[in-house]
């Protein structure tokens, strides 16, 4: 399969290319390239360390949004069972930009939700490049209600780049229906655990995207503004995006630092793509964790307690 | 109660608009409308509620005179008056925030972007907070996400109504997460207002966008806006672009949100205090007792 090269990873990329022609060319007669072959893997492994082991938040952003990171649907199918989706918001339509779901976690019956993007153009564009419309935040808000009226743990993944900002969205009240998601989730008496697996693009995250914990892949960020859009306002140039990305502290690293996430799972050199059942394991292992932590408090407490931890966030000087 | 005194009592209105006493403007300095380009004397504007005489043109209203405007005479008293902004994440991208921020301070007198307070609108005792647009946009950081949500909590300690007065550009992009964290913040708060039966009203003034929008802003019992207000999630330039569709014809106006449902009422500024206290009196003049399953 054709890979997807992110702009900072193409040394390693164009020398991973070298290699796989020198190790054609010994297969097909040339032995005496063995040890320049030896040399080459060595050469790509200390780049691998070097490159992948720091990257910055905008190469962290680019990894993110790489075309072959796990998606929702991919969790949906490899951590869950006996998975009935629910269509629809009940008022307008089926935002396919969301996904909602009962779904079954090692033996424990949940409700799912997560933002949806596609894996090829096509999909992409029913489901709208993951970026919701109302509909889509109304369908999640029917979905928590549900989850709470019959005491089953909500579980969500974010993977947007944003709600939309699209003419239909802002008729249909595109804020209403992230506030409203806000408020049902701010206080619903069952466990909620948030899971960042790849873009956490501002409200239309945030709509399904706090609770009980919240858990980060490494790579994932979740911020108020695109780094784009910050560059824009700041310096009037989106190009400058990455210094932005290191100002607005939004990696998976910032979020534990401010209080607001409380786990990151690593993910293998290179980014979740990578070797993506390893990830699938590493998540499912921080899941069930919190669920075995959650499951065994009264709804009442649980949303009591969510509130004193939002309470928590932020910071604030008191004078006179 | 016979029929005549039904009528006659319907003749008595039972509130009438106090002038917003705007300060001591001098009244020679000339503003223009924006709408109709008359030339206006900046103390008639003030005494007029920053509406023009002309085109009844809504300018924009900073946090002191809007307190003035709705409060009844002398019942404002401030909270968390000292509460202010730091710099949690030293951003320091084109300008320092901590730079921005003493501007802010310099030109507008205040502390952060929004103004909180106890007081009465119409012998209702309500917690009244009206944002600034001067101050940095009125974006919402820490503070004013702190100061939101206290709001909310004193108003539930005090079993107090809330009326927000919102203006503002979004979350502050300076505090990163820590500011949109405060949607999720100040939108719990409401939810507990809610849930605690006690009214809540904002009135949105141009201009509410972003995640003001997105939470608190649109959670109230009853949402009115002032005619002309710019209210949205994404601002119209963003969804031009991201479109590449021309804007319908008073796209995210007051109005245009009425007509889509979104908003209760548009209220003309003059009208808007007695509008507020009426409907403080419907939703604390309930006759049949709160009961049941919340
Ligand atoms: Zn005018």
């Known amino acids: 399969m054709a890979r997807h090269v992110m702009d900072f990873e193409r040394p390693i990329i164009e020398l991973e290319e070298k290699l796989a022609e020198l190790k054609r060319l010994e297969i097909a007669g040339m032995p005496e390239l063995a040890s320049e072959i030896e040399g080459l893997e060595a050469e790509i492994e200390r780049l691998r360390q070097t490159l992948y082991a720091a990257l910055s938040p905008w190469e962290k952003v680019q990894v993110a949004r790489h075309p072959e990171r796990p998606k929702t649907q991919d969790y949906l199918e490899m951590l869950f069972t006996d998975v009935v989706e629910l269509h629809g918001d009940r008022h307008h339509g089926d935002d396919e930009a969301i996904v909602a779901a009962l779904a079954t976690f090692d033996g424990r019956r949940c409700v799912v939700l997560g933002h949806r993007k596609g894996k090829t153009t096509k999909e992409n564009i029913r489901r709208n490049f993951g970026s919701p419309h109302p509909e889509g935040f109304r369908k999640a808000q029917r979905a928590m209600k549900l989850a709470e009226k019959f005491g089953l743990p909500l579980v969500t993944f974010l993977d947007t780049a944003g709600a939309y900002p699209g003419i239909e969205a802002e008729e249909r009240g595109q804020a209403w229906a992230i506030a409203e998601c806000l408020a049902t989730l701010s206080d619903l008496a069952v466990p909620v655990v948030v899971v960042g697996i790849g873009e956490g693009g501002s409200g239309g995250a945030l709509a399904i995207g706090f609770g009980d914990r919240l858990i980060m892949l490494e790579n994932a960020y979740y911020s108020v503004i695109s780094p784009e859009m910050c560059a824009l306002i700041l310096h009037k140039d989106a190009s400058r995006a990455a210094e932005s990305a290191s100002c607005l502290a939004m990696t998976a690293d910032d979020l534990v630092r401010l209080g607001i996430a409380d786990e990151v799972v690593k993910e293998p050199l290179g980014g979740a793509h990578r070797e993506p059942e390893v990830v699938f394991a590493r998540v499912a292992e921080a899941i069930s964790r919190a669920l075995t932590e959650l499951c065994g408090s009264d709804g009442a407490a649980l949303a009591e307690k969510r509130y004193a931890r939002l309470r928590a966030i932020g910071v604030v000087a008191e004078g006179e | ?294």
């Open chain 2, 1 to 294: 109660m016979p029929i005549n005194d039904w009528f006659k009592a319907r003749e008595n209105r039972k509130y009438t608009v106090t002038s917003s006493a705007s300060g001591d403007l001098p009244d020679g300095v000339w503003v223009k409308c924006a709408s109709c380009k008359h030339t206006l004397y900046q103390g008639d504007l003030a005494r007029g509620a920053w509406v023009c005489p002309h085109c009844a043109h809504h300018f924009e209203m900073n946090a002191p005179d809007r307190v003035a405007l709705l409060a009844d005479d002398g019942s404002f008293e401030e909270t968390d008056a000292g509460l202010t902004s730091v710099d949690p994440l030293r951003f320091n991208a084109a300008k320092p925030y901590t730079e921005s921020l003493a501007k802010a301070r310099e030109k507008s007198g205040l502390t952060e972007a929004i103004i909180t307070g106890r007081a009465a609108i119409g012998g209702h005792p309500v917690v009244l907070g009206a944002m600034d647009f001067r101050f940095i946009g009125a974006s919402m950081g820490s503070a004013v996400g702190e100061k939101v949500t206290r709001a909310f909590e004193l108003a539930e300690a005090e079993q107090r109504a809330v009326v927000l007065v919102t203006a503002s550009g979004g979350a502050r992009m300076q505090e990163g997460m820590l500011s949109l964290m405060q949607m999720a913040k100040t939108s719990a708060a409401a939810e507990r207002l809610a849930r605690a039966r006690l009214p809540y009203v904002s009135v949105l003034a141009n201009p509410t966008t972003g995640g003001v929008t997105a939470s608190f802003a649109v959670l109230a019992d009853v949402v009115l806006a002032e005619p002309g207000a710019l209210v949205g999630f994404a601002g119209p330039r963003l969804v031009e672009q991201t479109t590449r569709q021309s804007l319908p014809k008073g796209f995210q106006t007051a109005e245009f949100l009425m007509e889509h449902g979104m908003v209760d009422a548009v209220v003309p500024r003059p009208d808007l205090t007695v509008t507020l206290a009426t409907v403080l009196d419907y939703l604390t003049g309930g006759c049949v007792a709160a009961g049941g399953a919340s």
